[in-house]
Every structure is written in structure tokens, then in C-alpha cells.
């Protein structure tokens, strides 16, 4: 049976990314369906043969005409790109590819594009193997997204589900360590054991984790972070949480 679609509708005509990082790592991946770039004559030769790809409709333009397709004050470098999106990804399939020491990314409803552009760039610094997020409230996969992850959007498998509590129980199933980021947890999360299969779970800017997504997580953990400050941005948490368990828990 073939599995049901998880992308949202893009708009008919498709999505405008924007920055040199997040254009040429889209005209960089052949999973991505690119239709029309627009550049300034520098912004050309810094793409180089990226610009070259096959199908690929290329107009050299101005500033002006830039504007015309972005939104207002947005950092362009030049260069605009229309995509259609990514081929749906099941989860399935994202763990049938793995290895046996793998780290996965959950996300519980980031509601801030930029948030979740940042958090996918940590990911893709840090070798993360998939990132798992709902499919509905969520943060869309668009243009500020692709602008803040510098790249990583088209970097990332990234999955998106119609229930993220059996997208948890699915990663348990196959052998994962699942670690909820909690402000509120006893344990910090740098004195946890190291297992070979990790997934974190990230909750959203303001409410944390959902009851139900935290319940289904192994053990929830802190960052250990002065008091004098409560929490972090969510962003950033990611980065620092994903470094200790890409790098920082010791080995057995």
C-alpha cells in the first residue's frame, strides 16, 4: 500500500527561496523540483554551474525585479529561486536507511519558521540522520525556513507525520533512545548514558512538548543552565542538546 502523502499543498505555482546558500543547495539536490531563477549578474557567477542545471528556466535580472517576487526587506544576495517541494519521505523508509548508530531530531509543533530553519542548520552541522515533525501546526517548510537553515532544508531528510506520538513509539520499535528536552527534567542531559540510536525531542516555543508526545519519550532531560535564566530559545537549545548528543556523551 503506498503511503499517504505527509507534505502540505504547496501553492499551485510552487514557493520562492531566496539567499545564495538556500538556492544553491536547492539546485543542488535532484530530489528538488527547481523552475525558474532569478539573479543578478553577481549573483550568477557565484552559483556557477548550479545555475546550469538542466530544465531549469534562468533570467538575469535586477534588483527591482527581485522585489517584485519577495517579500518586503528580505536579504535576496541577488538571487531568487522557484521551487516546487521535496517528495513526500515516509518514515518508514527514513529508518529502513539507517545504521546502527544514528541520531534523530523530533520536533513537537516549532511555530516560528525562522526557529525551525535554525534548528534544521544544527541538525545538518551535526550529522543528524532524519528530522521528524507534524504535519499540521507547524512551522511550513517555505522560504523563511529555507533562508534561516542556510541550506540544511535541502540537506535534512526531514518526515512529516500525521501523529507524532506513533511516529515516537515507531522510533522505539527500531531501537531508539527516545530524550525529551525538558526545562524542568531532573537529569542533565550531559550525564546520560551514550546508546547508539538517540532521538531528541524538542517542544514548541512556548509550550514545551505536548503531554502526550512527553509521555511517550523514554526520559525527559535539562540543559544546565544558570538559574538567574529559565529557558532558552528553542533554536538554540536544539544546537546546544543536539551537540552533547552528537558529540558530548561519553563512550562507553
Not at 507534505?7 to 505555482?13: L, N, S, V, Y
Not at 553577481?42 to 525585479?65: I, Y
Not at 530524550?179 to 532521538?199: F, I, M, N, T, Y
Not at 503531554?211 to 532558552?232: N, Q, W
Request: proline fraction near 10%; charged fraction near 20%; aromatic fraction near 2%.
Amino acid at each position: 500500500m503506498a503511503a499517504p502523502p505527509h507534505h502540505r499543498p504547496p501553492p499551485a505555482e510552487g514557493i520562492w527561496l531566496y539567499g545564495h546558500h538556500a538556492v544553491a543547495a536547492a539546485l543542488d539536490n535532484p530530489l528538488r523540483p527547481c523552475r525558474r531563477l532569478l539573479a543578478t549578474a553577481p549573483a550568477l557567477a557565484r552559483l556557477g554551474r548550479l545555475a546550469e542545471r538542466p530544465g531549469l528556466e534562468v533570467e538575469r535580472v535586477g534588483p527591482k525585479e527581485l522585489a517584485r517576487v519577495l517579500p518586503e526587506d528580505v536579504v535576496h544576495q541577488g538571487c531568487a529561486l522557484l521551487v516546487g517541494p521535496l517528495p513526500t519521505r515516509p518514515l518508514e523508509a527514513l529508518l529502513a536507511g539507517l545504521g546502527a548508530e544514528a541520531l534523530v531530531l523530533v520536533l513537537d509543533r516549532i511555530q516560528d519558521p525562522r526557529n525551525l530553519g535554525a534548528i534544521l542548520r544544527s541538525a545538518a552541522a551535526l550529522d543528524v540522520a532524519g528530522v521528524i515533525l507534524p504535519e499540521r501546526r507547524s512551522a511550513p517548510l517555505g522560504a523563511a525556513c529555507a533562508k534561516a537553515a542556510s541550506g540544511a532544508l535541502d540537506m535534512v531528510p526531514i518526515v512529516e507525520v500525521t501523529n507524532l506520538v506513533q511516529a515516537i513509539e515507531s522510533l522505539k520499535r527500531a531501537g531508539f533512545w527516545v530524550v525529551g528536552l525538558d526545562a524542568h527534567a531532573e537529569p542533565p542531559l550531559e550525564s546520560l548514558p551514550w546508546r547508539p540510536r538517540r532521538a531528541l525531542v524538542l517542544g514548541s516555543e512556548e509550550k514545551g512538548m505536548r503531554r502526550l508526545v512527553a509521555e511517550h519519550c523514554d526520559l525527559s532531560a535539562k540543559l544546565a543552565i544558570a538559574p538567574r535564566i529559565d529557558s532558552l530559545n528553542v533554536a538554540v537549545a536544539a544546537g546546544i542538546a543536539l551537540y552533547l548528543l552528537a558529540r558530548g556523551l561519553p563512550r562507553p
